[in-house]
């Protein structure tokens, strides 16, 4: 397991985290990694406060705002440290927040306390990158935003169709990936590059602390609206594919729909599952 190349930046910022004496220590060291905030003084606090704004708006956008939303089950594939995860936790009965990383979920655990209703939380350790450990049909809605881009397209792909299987007829899967662009050109090789430095002993630390370094580790694939529909487009309805106004990303089996929070590189599936 450790020998697959695009774990390598995600585990070693973890073991950054687990290193940190309090949250706050966290988010100034490696705070970045989840939302680009960066600052000595910056607290978890401040950092849940990103994620808070964020999930009021996609829920709002998307259309996933419920009465019965207190009564759902919500899947987080990538909880990270929980930045998004405490605002789940305050308008879903039940958030599994899914992440490849043990030390990150233990982090979840402690953020959500604070800011969130640890009672509502479930943890799931995604140890093999790829599946998730959670029965069929048994959440109401799945949901990743800026995790899927850093996994193995394959690896993807599979965490995909996981979402769709553990959704239950009716429910919904949100999915964030990353569209192609020239620039992968170059991006995409230099990140086999530097997920290679980070195995030599005593640099992965230094480059999981350097934002730009980092972040370029973690770009492993760049997946189009079609590769992923296409194989789940018999188990799926009202597919839309959501971008920025000045993307051109399409799918040809979805409705585009368009929103100008979207970073531009970005795009979301939005699905109901049969």
Known sequence: MSRRGQFVPWVTAGRVTERQSNPDDVVRATGWVFNNETGSELT?????????????????????????????????????????????????????????????????????????????????????GRSLDLRANSADIAFSYITLQHCDADDALDLSSEAVRVVQPGGKVVLNYRSRSRVDTVILPLSKVMRSLFKVP?????????????????????????????????????????????????????????????????????????
């Open 44 to 128: 978890l606090e401040q950092f849940v406060a990103t994620g808070d704004q964020e999930v009021a708006t996609y829920l709002t956008v998307f259309g996933l705002r419920d009465p019965e939303n207190d009564e759902q089950t919500f899947v987080e594939i990538g909880s990270g440290i929980g930045r998004m995860t405490c605002a789940f936790t305050r308008d879903f009965g039940k958030v599994v927040a899914c992440d490849l990383d043990a030390g990150f979920l233990e982090r979840c655990l402690e953020t959500v306390g604070r800011f969130g209703k640890p009672d509502r939380l479930q943890r799931l350790h995604v140890a093999d």
């Open 202 to 274: 005593g640099i992965g630390g230094f480059l999981s602390r350097q934002r730009v370094f980092a972040r370029l580790g973690w770009q492993a694939n760049r997946l189009q609206p079609d590769e992923i529909i296409g194989p789940l487009a018999p188990l799926l309805r009202d597919v839309e594919v959501w971008r920025n106004p000045r993307s051109r990303t399409s799918g040809h089996e979805a409705t585009i729909r368009e929103f100008d929070g979207i970073n531009r590189h970005h795009y979301w599936i939005v699905a109901t599952v049969r």
